[in-house]
T-cell receptor
Framework: DAKTTQPNSMESNEEEPVHLPCNHS???????IHWYRQLPSQGPEYVIH???SNVNNRMASLAIAEDRKSSTLILHRATLRDAAVYYC????????????FGQGTTLQVKP | DTEVTQTPKHLVMGMTNKKSLKCEQH?????MYWYKQKAKKPPELMFV???????INESVPSRFSPECPNSSLLNLHLHALQPEDSALYLC???????????FGPGTRLTVT
Protein backbone atom coordinates (compact mmCIF):
# COMPACT_ATOMS: atom_id res chain seq x y z
CA ASP A 1 0.00 0.00 0.00
CA ALA A 2 1.25 3.47 -0.84
CA LYS A 3 2.05 5.45 2.30
CA THR A 4 1.85 9.07 3.34
CA THR A 5 3.98 10.93 5.89
CA GLN A 6 2.57 13.82 7.92
CA PRO A 7 3.84 15.74 10.94
CA ASN A 8 2.32 14.47 14.17
CA SER A 9 1.12 17.88 15.26
CA MET A 10 0.96 21.53 14.24
CA GLU A 11 -0.16 24.75 15.87
CA SER A 12 -1.81 27.77 14.35
CA ASN A 13 -3.26 31.06 15.51
CA GLU A 14 -6.89 31.82 14.87
CA GLU A 15 -7.62 33.71 11.64
CA GLU A 16 -4.20 32.90 10.19
CA PRO A 17 -3.59 30.56 7.22
CA VAL A 18 -2.49 27.00 7.92
CA HIS A 19 -0.42 24.84 5.59
CA LEU A 20 -0.58 21.13 6.39
CA PRO A 21 2.07 19.14 4.50
CA CYS A 22 1.94 15.55 3.29
CA ASN A 23 4.65 13.48 1.62
CA HIS A 24 3.73 10.57 -0.63
CA SER A 25 6.83 9.65 -2.59
CA UNK A 26 5.50 6.21 -3.66
CA UNK A 27 2.27 7.56 -5.15
CA UNK A 28 1.16 5.79 -8.32
CA UNK A 29 -0.18 7.55 -11.38
CA UNK A 30 -3.79 6.64 -10.67
CA UNK A 31 -3.82 7.49 -6.94
CA UNK A 32 -5.94 10.42 -5.87
CA ILE A 33 -4.81 12.49 -2.88
CA HIS A 34 -7.64 12.74 -0.37
CA TRP A 35 -7.84 14.78 2.81
CA TYR A 36 -10.21 14.07 5.66
CA ARG A 37 -10.41 15.57 9.11
CA GLN A 38 -11.84 14.32 12.35
CA LEU A 39 -13.04 16.76 14.96
CA PRO A 40 -13.14 15.60 18.57
CA SER A 41 -15.94 13.10 19.24
CA GLN A 42 -17.11 13.09 15.62
CA GLY A 43 -16.75 10.86 12.57
CA PRO A 44 -14.21 11.80 9.90
CA GLU A 45 -15.24 14.50 7.45
CA TYR A 46 -14.26 14.64 3.79
CA VAL A 47 -12.33 17.84 3.04
CA ILE A 48 -10.96 17.78 -0.50
CA HIS A 49 -9.22 15.61 -3.07
CA UNK A 50 -7.17 16.00 -6.22
CA UNK A 51 -5.15 14.12 -8.80
CA UNK A 52 -2.67 16.50 -10.43
CA SER A 53 -3.99 20.04 -10.44
CA ASN A 54 -4.52 22.31 -7.46
CA VAL A 55 -8.09 22.23 -6.15
CA ASN A 56 -10.22 24.68 -4.22
CA ASN A 57 -13.52 24.24 -2.42
CA ARG A 58 -15.42 26.05 0.29
CA MET A 59 -13.45 24.33 3.04
CA ALA A 60 -9.86 24.41 1.84
CA SER A 61 -7.35 24.40 -1.01
CA LEU A 62 -5.14 21.53 -2.06
CA ALA A 63 -1.78 22.28 -3.62
CA ILE A 64 -0.13 19.31 -5.36
CA ALA A 65 3.54 19.30 -6.27
CA GLU A 66 4.38 18.93 -9.93
CA ASP A 67 5.98 15.50 -9.35
CA ARG A 68 2.99 14.54 -7.14
CA LYS A 69 5.29 13.33 -4.38
CA SER A 70 3.94 15.85 -1.91
CA SER A 71 0.88 17.97 -1.31
CA THR A 72 -0.29 20.70 1.04
CA LEU A 73 -3.72 21.29 2.49
CA ILE A 74 -4.33 25.00 2.98
CA LEU A 75 -6.88 26.39 5.40
CA HIS A 76 -7.07 30.06 4.48
CA ARG A 77 -8.22 31.42 7.85
CA ALA A 78 -8.10 28.97 10.73
CA THR A 79 -10.92 29.05 13.23
CA LEU A 80 -11.19 27.25 16.57
CA ARG A 81 -13.58 24.84 14.84
CA ASP A 82 -10.73 23.71 12.56
CA ALA A 83 -8.92 22.05 15.47
CA ALA A 84 -8.94 18.40 14.41
CA VAL A 85 -6.85 15.48 13.21
CA TYR A 86 -6.15 15.89 9.49
CA TYR A 87 -5.55 12.79 7.42
CA CYS A 88 -3.82 12.74 4.04
CA UNK A 89 -4.72 9.50 2.24
CA UNK A 90 -3.85 8.04 -1.14
CA UNK A 91 -6.97 6.55 -2.62
CA UNK A 92 -6.83 4.52 -5.77
CA UNK A 93 -5.32 1.50 -7.40
CA UNK A 94 -2.28 1.23 -5.09
CA UNK A 95 -4.63 0.76 -2.14
CA UNK A 96 -7.17 -1.32 -4.10
CA UNK A 97 -9.80 1.33 -3.51
CA UNK A 98 -9.52 1.27 0.28
CA UNK A 99 -9.35 4.39 2.42
CA UNK A 100 -6.42 3.61 4.72
CA PHE A 101 -5.95 6.16 7.50
CA GLY A 102 -2.48 6.92 8.84
CA GLN A 103 -1.81 8.71 12.12
CA GLY A 104 -2.60 12.14 10.67
CA THR A 105 -1.66 15.61 11.89
CA THR A 106 -3.30 16.98 15.02
CA LEU A 107 -3.93 20.68 14.42
CA GLN A 108 -4.25 22.93 17.44
CA VAL A 109 -5.70 26.41 16.86
CA LYS A 110 -4.96 29.08 19.44
CA PRO A 111 -7.31 32.00 20.01
CA ASP B 1 -30.77 14.58 2.99
CA THR B 2 -26.96 14.77 2.98
CA GLU B 3 -26.00 12.83 6.04
CA VAL B 4 -25.24 9.35 7.26
CA THR B 5 -27.11 8.37 10.39
CA GLN B 6 -26.11 5.67 12.84
CA THR B 7 -28.07 4.08 15.65
CA PRO B 8 -27.67 3.63 18.50
CA LYS B 9 -25.23 6.35 19.58
CA HIS B 10 -24.05 4.24 22.50
CA LEU B 11 -24.32 0.52 23.18
CA VAL B 12 -23.25 -1.55 26.15
CA MET B 13 -23.41 -5.31 25.72
CA GLY B 14 -22.26 -8.41 27.48
CA MET B 15 -20.04 -11.01 25.85
CA THR B 16 -22.97 -13.39 25.35
CA ASN B 17 -25.36 -10.84 23.87
CA LYS B 18 -26.42 -10.39 20.28
CA LYS B 19 -26.92 -6.84 19.08
CA SER B 20 -26.97 -4.93 15.81
CA LEU B 21 -25.69 -1.56 14.67
CA LYS B 22 -27.62 0.31 12.01
CA CYS B 23 -26.47 2.79 9.39
CA GLU B 24 -28.66 4.67 6.93
CA GLN B 25 -28.10 7.11 4.08
CA HIS B 26 -30.48 8.65 1.56
CA UNK B 27 -27.97 10.24 -0.78
CA UNK B 28 -28.30 7.55 -3.43
CA UNK B 29 -24.83 6.27 -2.66
CA UNK B 30 -24.08 2.73 -3.85
CA UNK B 31 -21.07 1.97 -1.65
CA MET B 32 -21.16 1.65 2.13
CA TYR B 33 -18.45 0.95 4.65
CA TRP B 34 -17.86 -0.13 8.24
CA TYR B 35 -14.82 1.10 10.17
CA LYS B 36 -13.61 0.46 13.71
CA GLN B 37 -11.78 3.13 15.69
CA LYS B 38 -10.04 2.54 19.00
CA ALA B 39 -9.27 5.48 21.27
CA LYS B 40 -6.47 7.76 20.00
CA LYS B 41 -6.06 5.63 16.86
CA PRO B 42 -7.11 6.19 13.24
CA PRO B 43 -10.16 4.41 11.81
CA GLU B 44 -9.58 0.93 10.41
CA LEU B 45 -11.59 -0.44 7.52
CA MET B 46 -13.67 -3.55 8.27
CA PHE B 47 -16.07 -4.10 5.37
CA VAL B 48 -17.03 -2.55 2.05
CA UNK B 49 -20.33 -3.07 0.24
CA UNK B 50 -20.73 -2.08 -3.37
CA UNK B 51 -24.19 -2.25 -4.96
CA UNK B 52 -25.41 -4.22 -1.92
CA UNK B 53 -22.77 -6.91 -2.37
CA UNK B 54 -19.84 -7.48 -0.02
CA UNK B 55 -16.78 -6.22 -1.86
CA ILE B 56 -14.08 -6.19 0.82
CA ASN B 57 -13.76 -8.02 4.14
CA GLU B 58 -10.57 -7.01 5.91
CA SER B 59 -10.21 -10.40 7.62
CA VAL B 60 -12.68 -9.40 10.30
CA PRO B 61 -13.59 -12.10 12.89
CA SER B 62 -16.88 -13.85 12.23
CA ARG B 63 -18.38 -12.45 15.42
CA PHE B 64 -18.94 -9.35 13.29
CA SER B 65 -21.48 -10.02 10.55
CA PRO B 66 -22.36 -7.27 8.06
CA GLU B 67 -25.59 -7.07 6.11
CA CYS B 68 -26.78 -4.71 3.39
CA PRO B 69 -30.55 -5.25 2.97
CA ASN B 70 -30.92 -2.42 0.44
CA SER B 71 -28.96 0.45 -1.04
CA SER B 72 -29.79 2.81 1.85
CA LEU B 73 -29.23 0.55 4.82
CA LEU B 74 -26.21 -1.19 6.32
CA ASN B 75 -26.24 -3.32 9.44
CA LEU B 76 -23.49 -4.80 11.57
CA HIS B 77 -24.60 -7.79 13.61
CA LEU B 78 -22.58 -8.47 16.74
CA HIS B 79 -22.37 -11.77 18.60
CA ALA B 80 -20.08 -13.12 21.31
CA LEU B 81 -17.89 -10.05 21.33
CA GLN B 82 -14.82 -9.62 23.51
CA PRO B 83 -13.97 -6.63 25.71
CA GLU B 84 -11.22 -5.67 23.24
CA ASP B 85 -13.94 -5.10 20.63
CA SER B 86 -15.00 -2.01 22.56
CA ALA B 87 -14.51 0.88 20.15
CA LEU B 88 -16.24 3.52 18.04
CA TYR B 89 -17.86 1.91 15.01
CA LEU B 90 -18.15 4.23 12.06
CA CYS B 91 -20.27 3.86 8.97
CA UNK B 92 -19.58 5.71 5.73
CA UNK B 93 -21.05 5.91 2.26
CA UNK B 94 -19.83 7.09 -1.12
CA UNK B 95 -21.43 7.54 -4.55
CA UNK B 96 -19.47 4.53 -5.80
CA UNK B 97 -16.63 2.50 -4.30
CA UNK B 98 -13.44 4.54 -4.58
CA UNK B 99 -15.15 7.94 -4.39
CA UNK B 100 -15.00 10.36 -1.46
CA UNK B 101 -16.68 8.99 1.64
CA UNK B 102 -19.17 10.58 4.00
CA PHE B 103 -19.11 9.37 7.57
CA GLY B 104 -21.72 9.03 10.25
CA PRO B 105 -21.10 10.07 13.87
CA GLY B 106 -20.44 6.50 14.96
CA THR B 107 -21.74 4.09 17.59
CA ARG B 108 -19.67 3.87 20.75
CA LEU B 109 -19.68 0.21 21.78
CA THR B 110 -18.66 -1.07 25.18
CA VAL B 111 -18.39 -4.83 25.71
CA THR B 112 -18.49 -5.90 29.36
Amino acid sequence: DAKTTQPNSMESNEEEPVHLPCNHSTISGTDYIHWYRQLPSQGPEYVIHGLTSNVNNRMASLAIAEDRKSSTLILHRATLRDAAVYYCILYGSSNTGKLIFGQGTTLQVKP
Amino acid sequence: DTEVTQTPKHLVMGMTNKKSLKCEQHMGHRAMYWYKQKAKKPPELMFVYSYEKLSINESVPSRFSPECPNSSLLNLHLHALQPEDSALYLCASSPRQGYEQYFGPGTRLTVT
